[in-house]
């Protein structure tokens, strides 16, 4: 038993440090909303090795693991660094479970080329179809169809697609999901950037029309489902840096921001709440431990812990954005201050990959299906 | 991170496995909140057979019985004791929390005396700390015991919330020997033998109507010169050691309850349009979290354990967890199931438990007071029994309750 951090994830957490530090990635994020262009970390993220995280060393990446990726995430999210490995990750980690093709991985390992994860939902105990975001967030649509080598269909609010060389998803074979990938410079393929409430994720809306289509070949059964979960992971430990972040804060504002006299976090209504804080916070970061284990070693158990950090990351980044802005009083609420732009990305971010109501109802899945997972955990 | 065995590890689980596969027929068959005295006695026989086979103070320094192992083989029992679905000891406070405090605190007569006794549970102990007027603000404690001419101590006072008092053999007492100095100061810790003159045991029912609690009153009883633990004034002290054992009891044990996700959902899971009602699922997925993240919130601590590091107060979150995500739990079962489920045999208990419970332990406001000051470095409210002698505490409150 042994749940700590090994040196090498405690040197990949300060060299993410380091490397992000060097942006002030959190005034970018005000400049953003205003109108300005986000900082390109690209090179920042391929310098670190970043997007080869989770590709293996014989085809060129770092060959690290779930968990380590996961690392990486908080640290971005801990400074709201628009960093596009929420659509890398997942795209090249799927990609590196298939057969090939090997010199598009190899370039997408080396940051030479981008990829991007067109999320896709695997099915449960009650809806037996593989689905994608619709338009309007909460209606689920149909994945796209795989036809003669073509795909066509819709796919909506895809994580960091705007700009990336290759899209990865999941297409509908007559009835049987497949894993497939389309160059995004292929004609049929039509990608539109947008970006929704928080300036420093960028989106995007990609329509298939008789794309010309890789299937990738040579996946294990459950790989496509495991990048959804993948995603839903990277998504959660992203959470835990924001909430630490907001956290700190917090606390600091509560320790010199005095009224009647007294520091307003000598009274137990602030102090309860900012426990809250650290409540949900623990409970995130036990989970995210969780995720990245299971993600590494317990593949049976990454649908329920992954789920499970999703649903936890949501209450924790909601409730501590809430209070990052309520400690400091009308002035967290301002433009100029810093509070909005992690309320903004608590609001966006629960909404993504099928949102956490979502994941909450697949961790409810795993349990009353008794699946694997649910097995494990009951043993 | 690795969650797996080490060899030693594995080899120990396999032992400890083997030993219980070859004695259970001997362990008692419990349902819940039996505790009529037959039922005690079976579980005394069950504990004593657990400590010769050397599974009772696994933590325990091996010169005072125990097996000089570290938490980590502790965890191992317990699963192993789960997964057979055998009952555990009988006197989980005195072996997880009375015992080590004694080892800590006790002078060697009295690790001698009382240790080897309380393993084989040849004698239960009871944890004699809350009163009436103090739980929170457990030094407010209004307990005395009075230095007699001949050395010897008189206690006079009442006890609230102790379990197991109605067969103990021996309770740890925190009472206080010195009014004249502020609160914290005049405390000591006594050994008290329960059948004594002047102690009365009174059951305390609750909300369920089961009484799994007792009042204690102790009317001059005496006690021997020898009795205190750890120095006279050092009360405080020692009692932190206590409440320190029941934080690390409290967070690897939600778990021993049966608090857990795949059990609540196999309640939900018979019924087939609740199984696909969004809302159950909802709040099944939520709560189900929670429970999830508190199994792994252990483990982290059990990593801090093994590394030597004392559990720090955080690991009080996980309480006020536990309790409120078996408090959802019961909602959704009733809600689901309806009026049946809070029949004492189904899910009654457990409803019935948790409004106490949320006390218990530390009360959740306390707890939250704790963790603000000691994890966030929070100040503390301002307080007007600093430095007060305990005497003029009274006066000095009913003096801002007349303002």
């Not at chain 1, 649908?303 to 409730?319: E, K, M, N, T, W």
């Not at chain 2, 002290?237 to 996700?261: Q, S």
């Given at each position: ?379 | ?92 406070i005195g072996?997880g929390m009375l015992?080590p405090t004694l080892?800590?605190h ?19 102990w009871c944890q004699l700390f809350s009163e009436p007027a103090a739980g929170s603000d457990l030094a407010g404690i209004q307990s005395r015991a ?9 206690v006079?006072g009442q006890k609230v919330w102790t379990t197991n008092a109605?067969?103990a053999?021996y309770g740890l007492m925190m009472t206080r020997t ?5 609160k914290h100061?005049g405390l000591t810790v006594f050994v008290v033998?329960m ?9 305390l ?8 609690f007792n009042e204690v009153f102790f ?9 205190t633990v750890g120095?006279?004034?050092d009360g405080w002290k020692v009692g932190l050691t206590t409440l320190m054992y029941e934080r690390?009891a409290i ?108 006390s218990a332990g530390g009360t959740?406001?306390i ?37």
């Amino acid at each position: 038993m042994n749940l700590a951090l090994s040196d090498e994830q405690v040197f990949l957490q300060e060299a993410a440090r380091t490397a992000l530090g060097r942006t002030d990635t959190i005034e970018a994020a005000r400049d953003a909303l205003d109108g300005g262009t986000l900082p390109d970390l690209w090179p920042v993220s391929r310098e670190a090795g970043w997007p080869g995280l989770l590709v293996c060393e014989d085809r060129g990446g770092a060959g690290l693991g779930v968990f380590d990726a996961m690392l990486v995430m908080t640290e971005l999210g801990r400074v709201l660094a628009p960093v596009a490995l929420l659509g890398h990750l997942p795209a090249t980690w799927l990609m590196d479970r298939a057969d090939g093709p090997i010199d598009l991985v190899g370039r997408l390992a080396e940051g030479e080329a981008r990829a991007a994860f067109m999320p896709a939902r695997p099915p449960d105990g009650i809806h037996d179809a593989w689905t994608v975001e619709g338009h309007r967030g909460s209606r689920r649509a149909a994945v796209p169809a795989l036809a003669g080598g073509t795909v066509s269909g819709a796919v909506h609010w895809v994580p960091d697609a705007a700009g990336a060389d290759v899209l990865v998803g999941v297409a509908d074979d007559a009835g049987t999901a497949r894993a497939v990938l389309v160059e995004a410079g292929d004609p049929g393929v039509a990608v539109e950037a947008v970006t929704r409430y928080d300036a420093t994720r960028p989106l995007g809306h990609v329509q298939l029309d008789g794309a010309r289509a890789t299937v990738l070949e040579g996946l294990a059964d459950d790989a496509p489902a495991g990048a959804w979960y993948l995603a839903q992971a990277l998504l959660a430990a992203e959470a835990q840096g924001s909430v630490e972040e907001a956290l700190q804060r917090s606390v600091e504002y509560a320790k010199e921001r005095f009224t009647f006299g007294r520091p307003i976090g000598s009274y137990q209504a602030v102090k309860h709440a900012l426990v809250e804080v650290l409540r949900r916070l623990e409970n995130l970061r036990s989970l995210v431990y969780y995720a990245g284990w299971a993600g590494d070693d317990k593949p049976d158990e990454f649908p329920l812990a992954a789920s499970a950090a999703r649903v936890a990351a949501g209450a924790a980044q909601d409730y501590a954005a809430r209070e990052l802005i309520s400690v400091h009083g009308g002035i967290g609420a301002t433009w100029e201050h810093d509070a909005p732009l992690f309320f903004r990305r608590a609001q966006l971010a629960r909404r993504l990959l099928g949102g956490d109501g979502d994941a909450a109802d697949r961790v409810a899945d795993e349990l009353l299906r008794g699946t694997a997972a649910a097995r494990a955990i009951a043993a | 991170m690795d969650l797996n065995d080490t060899p030693d590890q594995a080899a120990y689980r396999g032992r400890v496995r083997e030993w219980l596969e070859q004695h259970a027929a001997e362990a008692p068959t419990i349902t819940r909140d039996d505790i009529s005295p037959e039922v005690i006695s079976a579980r005394r026989t069950w504990q004593r057979r657990l400590a010769e086979g050397g599974l009772v103070g696994i933590t325990w320094p091996r010169e005072y019985g125990g097996q000089g192992l570290g938490p980590l083989e502790q965890v191992i029992f317990n699963q192993e004791l789960s997964r057979a679905k055998l009952p555990g000891i009988l006197d989980v406070i005195g072996i997880g929390m009375l015992g080590p405090t004694l080892i800590a605190h006790g002078s060697e007569e009295q690790k001698q005396r009382y240790l080897a006794p309380m393993l084989h549970a040849d004698e239960v102990w009871c944890q004699l700390f809350s009163e009436p007027a103090a739980g929170s603000d457990l030094a407010g404690i209004q307990s005395r015991a009075r230095r007699q001419d001949d050395r010897s101590w008189r206690v006079s006072g009442q006890k609230v919330w102790t379990t197991n008092a109605q067969f103990a053999s021996y309770g740890l007492m925190m009472t206080r020997t010195d009014a004249d100095v502020p609160k914290h100061k005049g405390l000591t810790v006594f050994v008290v033998p329960m059948d004594g003159e002047g102690v009365t045991i009174r059951p305390l029912r609750q909300i369920s109507g089961e009484a799994h609690f007792n009042e204690v009153f102790f009317d001059d009883v005496t006690l021997d010169a020898d009795a205190t633990v750890g120095a006279v004034g050092d009360g405080w002290k020692v009692g932190l050691t206590t409440l320190m054992y029941e934080r690390v009891a409290i967070g690897l044990g939600g778990e021993g309850f049966g608090w857990r996700a795949d059990r609540f959902a196999g309640a939900l899971a018979g019924d087939e349009a609740a199984k696909e009602d969004p809302e159950v699922r909802r709040r099944l997925g939520e709560l189900a979290t929670d429970l999830l993240a508190l199994r792994f919130t252990g483990y982290r601590q059990l990593t801090q354990l093994q590394k030597g590091q004392i559990p720090g107060p955080a690991g009080a979150l996980s309480k006020i967890t536990t309790i409120n995500a078996a408090i959802a739990a019961g909602e959704l079962i009733a809600d689901v199931l309806g009026p049946d489920a809070l029949e004492p045999d189904e899910w009654g208990g457990l409803v019935s438990d948790l409004p106490g419970l949320k006390s218990a332990g530390g009360t959740e406001e306390i707890l939250r007071n704790i963790v603000g000051e000691r994890v966030l470095g929070l100040a503390p409210e301002p307080r007007l029994d600093k430095g007060v002698p305990f005497s003029e505490l009274r006066a000095k409150e009913k003096e801002v309750a007349a303002r």
